[in-house]
């Protein structure tokens, strides 16, 4: 059992106003993340703005500490992830014509049951990723410096809330009135969408992520647009249409490449370490160790009913079958390791290729319809997003001194709220939009969900495809960048274009700081803190239009369901 001063340690971090601030920013997150998921086909960790925010909203109500800022953030980041796990698999279905035969409740299912497999692997493996191996999960360090760092007061607040109004009210303007064009300086170029996106979020995505890692997605996005597809064509390889097949195709093989790359490299050499330490971890109980209950043995029994539970319920609600289910349950466990190990080592989760290897696996082994292959997919990535969203977290309260039962509990309301959340919005969507509009091309790219349609339909380029996948092996251990490449030879390319913008202006942005702090001759220590506030505001901005359009842009897919039931 728990003792005292451990119940005690949880007062004052897992707080009844933190728990609402949390809600509240979840059920936005995860709409706005599921929204920016779809139509930009990527998905920056929220991580850092929910940490900034829930300590900004906390010094409103009065005094806050950095541990209840820590968990609060936990249950406004958790639906982050949940989102990005159904819109980086479901779409798929429906850009092969099976929307019809899936439901609200069948997604809400898929999430739920991925998020409580999540929760349950995260609780028997956190001692190890966090306490024994210390890994260094950069996103989760880089919120409890951040936490460290910020003295959120009013200026933060009107930062955020008025980026937050100008990228919506210019949403609006595009989207729902017409005034503003949604493409700018197009050109006709055959087979290559020449044009800057007109998007305050597509901007901000450029810049959150950095020049670096958007300069090798642009340079893709060269690749596949003007070497394969212009250069290909101009000299008389191929069509554009048979162009474009092997863009498509090139670009999923890096992708997969990197995905493999990392379980190769990263996580199987760790493999017999992770087993050791897991059954180290399980030889004693300990309160520090049990998060569930307040007994490890205890803990373990939950898991193993939890886990069955589970497996019954996707057997039985999504017709799966039994063989199926407990594959998926079993694998899903597997993936969310590698999921941890990887987000510690690299802060990548690429819980899409963990759902796809699963669905090869179980596809292996058992005849199941196509559309039931989605759901699986599906199940993996948001179990695998979740974990990766939550170790991130523990690593923070690691550093903060936070409850780590406090941030499990925080987690599993976040999940919970993210998976009803997410399901609502998916569902309104495409009811809004139809089907039809999701797909490279479309106005919503969703491009991870291609990807794992093309897997389930058939690839347009196997060769090229398989190249791809050599190439991302290759490059992974080399130290390129293979998933971003990947991404931009996939990706239409204004969106590429448009995401290299946004980080030139981060370019300029760190340029301009750096020398304004040598012209006023700072020391080091007030260049240090200068610069924290600099990034922090950049940040908060930068947060506040890609949240403002993405929450627009799902208020409106809503108002044009609600017309259209009206009508």
Avoid at 507 to 517: E, G, Q, V
Wanted: aromatic fraction near 8%; proline fraction near 4%; charged fraction near 10%.
């Amino acid at each position: 059992m728990s003792n005292p001063s451990n119940r005690a340690s949880m007062r004052g971090q897992l707080t009844l106003r933190g728990v609402v601030i949390g809600v509240l920013g979840c059920v936005i997150i995860t709409a706005s993340s599921a929204y920016t998921a779809l139509k930009m086909g990527a998905l920056p960790w929220p991580i850092i703005f929910a940490a900034v925010i829930s300590l900004f909203f906390l010094k409103l109500m009065g005094n806050a500490s950095l541990n209840e800022a820590n968990v609060t953030h936990t249950i406004m980041s958790a639906g982050a992830m949940v989102a990005g796990g159904l819109a980086f698999t479901i779409p798929g279905a429906w850009m092969l014509g099976y929307a019809d035969q899936i439901s609200w409740l069948d997604m809400f299912i898929v999430a739920l049951a991925g998020t409580i497999l999540g929760l349950l692997a995260t609780a028997l493996i956190h001692r190890h990723f966090i306490v024994d191996a210390a890994l260094e999960f950069p996103t989760g360090n880089a919120a409890a410096q951040t936490l460290r760092a910020t003295e959120a007061g009013g200026k933060t607040g009107k930062q955020l809330f008025g980026s937050m109004a100008i990228a919506g009210i210019y949403s609006v303007l595009r989207d729902a009135l017409g005034v503003v064009p949604s493409m700018l300086c197009t050109l006709n170029i055959p087979g290559v969408t020449f044009a800057i996106y007109n998007s305050p979020m597509l901007l901000s995505i450029g810049f959150l992520v950095g020049f670096a890692p958007v300069a090798f997605w642009f340079a893709g996005a060269l690749l596949g647009n003007f070497g394969i597809i212009v250069g290909g064509t101009a000299a008389g390889l191929f069509d554009v249409v048979t162009a474009q097949g092997i863009v498509k195709s090139l670009g999923m093989g890096l992708m997969m490449g990197f995905g493999v790359a990392v379980v190769l490299k990263d996580i199987l050499p760790q493999v017999a370490g992770i087993a050791r330490g897991l059954a180290a971890d399980s030889s004693s109980d300990t309160d520090e160790q049990s998060l569930i209950s307040g007994s490890l043995k205890l803990d373990a029994g939950i898991i193993g009913l939890g886990t069955a539970a589970i497996a019954v319920i996707v057997a039985i609600a999504l017709d799966l079958g039994p063989v199926p289910a407990v594959i998926v349950t079993l694998f899903t466990f597997v993936t969310t390791i590698m999921s941890a190990q990887s987000c510690g080592q690299t802060g990548i989760d690429p819980m899409e290729i963990f759902g796809l290897i699963v669905m090869l696996i179980v596809a292996a082994f058992a005849q199941i319809a196509q559309v039931k292959l989605f759901f699986i997919a599906g199940i993996v990535a948001v179990a695998c997003g979740l974990a990766g969203d939550v170790m991130n977290d523990f690593k923070a309260g690691a550093v903060l001194g936070t409850n780590p039962r406090a941030q499990w509990i925080g987690q599993a309301i976040g999940g919970i709220v993210g998976a009803l959340v997410a399901a609502a919005v998916m569902v309104a969507l495409v009811t809004a939009y139809g089907p039809d509009a999701f797909g490279p091309d479309k106005s919503f790219v969703a491009a991870q969900a291609s990807v794992v349609a093309t897997m389930v339909s058939g690839i347009p380029s196997v060769p090229w495809f398989a190249g791809g996948f050599i190439a991302g092996i290759v490059m992974y251990w080399l130290g390129i960048p293979a998933m971003m490449i990947g991404l931009g030879v996939y990706l239409p390319f204004y969106m590429s274009l448009t995401a290299f913008l946004g980080s030139c202006v981060k370019l300029a942005y760190d340029k301009w700081a750096a020398h304004r702090d040598a012209a006023a001759g700072l020391s080091d220590e007030e260049k240090a803190s200068k610069d924290a506030a600099f990034q922090e505001q950049g940040l908060v901005v930068a947060s506040g239009l890609l949240g403002g359009e993405s929450i627009v842009g799902v208020i409106l897919s809503f108002v044009s369901v609600g017309l259209s039931l009206l009508g």
